[in-house]
């Protein structure tokens, strides 16, 4: 049961351009997204996160956009650079009490120099 | 920058054996995690505890499972009695009250089960 969803494995850009990285969700009781982004040997660094009261959150080079009728996020990176090259992941929680993170597969991004 | 902290880094068992996994959650974080990542799969949640009780946990948490908060840092985890399929790598998370769904994780132990 997917709750979570991230269809691309994996995205290669080249440095400077934009990254797009998108995930998909079922459930329509989650209200709170965020992205995750991994290295290897790492655990998962918090990278932004958006309430579904908004469609848009901006952090630097990283936005987020929340599409609600269609149970859809993307997370924007621009420009995009080298040091982007990790696995990112997409997560999904409700508001009610310690509930847990529902997590995608993930998208290996690849930035080529 | 506070951090979570894991121990062991990797963890070598053999089957039936059993681990104790180990975390220091960030020192003012009330709400505890623990995840895992079979190779090549997604991040599953296991089990979150809050106020030294379990609050949720899921299928994959069995009676196998078991976490302490056995003092004011430490935060385990216990497999009793390990299989073939626990091996994977174990991240515990932490988060505040205000950060309020933005879960801060650890390094991860990877465990491997022989």
């Known amino acids: 049961d997917q709750q979570v969803k991230q269809n691309s494995p994996s995205l290669s850009v080249q440095e400077g351009r934009i990254s797009i990285l998108n995930c998909d969700y079922t459930n329509s009781m989650f209200d709170y997204f965020l992205w995750y982004k991994k290295y290897p040997a790492e655990g998962p660094t918090f990278l932004i996160s958006?309430?579904?009261?908004?469609d848009k959150n901006e952090d630097g080079r990283f936005t987020v956009f929340l599409n609600k009728s269609a149970k859809h996020l993307s997370l924007h990176i621009v420009p995009s650079q080298p040091g982007d090259s990790a696995v990112y992941f997409c997560a999904a929680v409700r508001f009610s009490g310690n509930t847990p993170l529902v997590f995608g597969k993930g998208t290996r991004l690849s930035v080529i120099a | 920058e506070p951090e979570v902290t894991q121990t062991p880094s990797h963890q070598v068992t053999q089957m039936g054996q059993e681990v104790i996994l180990r975390c220091v959650p960030i020192?003012?974080?009330?709400?505890f995690y623990w995840y895992r990542q079979i190779l090549g799969q997604k991040v599953e949640f296991l089990v979150s505890f809050y106020n030294n009780e379990i609050s949720e946990k899921s299928e994959i948490f069995d009676d196998q499972f078991s976490v302490e908060r056995p003092d004011g840092s430490n935060f385990t985890l216990k497999i009793r009695s390990t299989k073939l399929e626990d091996s994977a790598m174990y991240f515990c998370a932490s988060r505040g009250q205000t950060t309020y769904n933005e879960q801060f994780f650890g390094p991860g132990t990877r465990l491997t089960v022989l």
């Open positions: 958006i309430s579904s009261i908004k």
């Open positions: 020192s003012n974080h009330l709400y």
